[in-house]
């Protein structure tokens, strides 16, 4: 896929009124909201019920420095790090900080763009294009919801294992709700009640975790919880 073609994909906060990126300049919050009439509202500007959490996004946490339990998560990994659904890259940072090779990818022209401004190496570019290190990549990370990318998590896992090396593995961070399993189709929604183009998505729980990675030829190596949030460290089956 082209870069022009990126323009043309449904993806997270982009078209309609380009939620994301109005967000990434003040920051605020976004708020991830069901589309189908079926379907509940995973954040606070949907109808239905919620959940909360589960589908709000705080871009003063995504703009600042990556957190204690980011870090952490890092040090106990291999490079080098590929940053899956960077934004504006905290992770791709706290990589370098920790002495690791990483590089983030973004479909965000405004995401990548405020990452490039702070020095990060970050291209704008989707998972399922060719990447640099096809194959050598010691961690791969799907973290903020980013197993939601596509909307088809298994289709999203292979592709991760396909850019793993023999001994890498992919950090995903799953849904605060365990019994999440849904693929469904989703808009942002700012502070503001700017809304952005309808795109593909998934949310992922911890139930449903192993199963999804089996079918991707993965395994769950650990999982753990810390501060609300809920991590998967998946490897080759």
């Keep these: ?48 019920s919620t959940e909360p959490g589960s589908g709000d996004y705080d871009l003063g946490r995504w703009m600042a420095a990556a957190d204690d339990v980011d870090r952490a998560l890092l040090a106990a990994e291999r490079g080098p790090v590929l940053d899956i659904g960077c934004g504006p890259g905290r992770m791709v940072e706290a990589g370098i900080a920790l002495g690791l090779v990483a590089l983030g990818i973004d479909v965000s022209s405004a995401a990548v763009a405020v990452a490039r401004n702070a020095g990060l190496p970050v291209l704008r570019r989707t998972v399922f294009e060719r990447l640099p290190r096809e194959r050598h990549w010691g961690t791969a990370l799907l973290l903020d919801g980013n197993i939601g990318i596509g909307g088809d998590p298994v289709r999203l896992l292979s592709r991760c294992r396909e850019l793993l090396s023999a001994t890498g593995a992919v950090i995903v961070e799953a849904s605060p709700r365990d019994e999440a399993d849904s693929v469904f189709s989703a808009h942002v929604v700012d502070d503001h009640g700017r809304a952005s183009s309808d795109f593909p998505w998934a949310e992922v729980g911890a139930d449903a975790m192993a199963r999804h990675a089996a079918s991707a030829g993965l395994r769950v190596d650990q999982e753990w919880r810390i501060d609300g949030r809920v991590f998967a460290r998946l490897i080759r089956a």
Excluded: K
Aim: aromatic share 4%.
């Design 1 to 48: 896929m082209s870069i022009a073609e990126l323009g043309r994909e449904a993806t997270f906060g982009a078209g309609g009124a380009e939620p994301y990126a109005h967000a990434l300049r003040r920051e605020g919050r976004l708020t991830l909201v069901r589309s189908d009439a079926s379907g509940e509202s995973s954040g606070s500007h949907g109808e239905g």
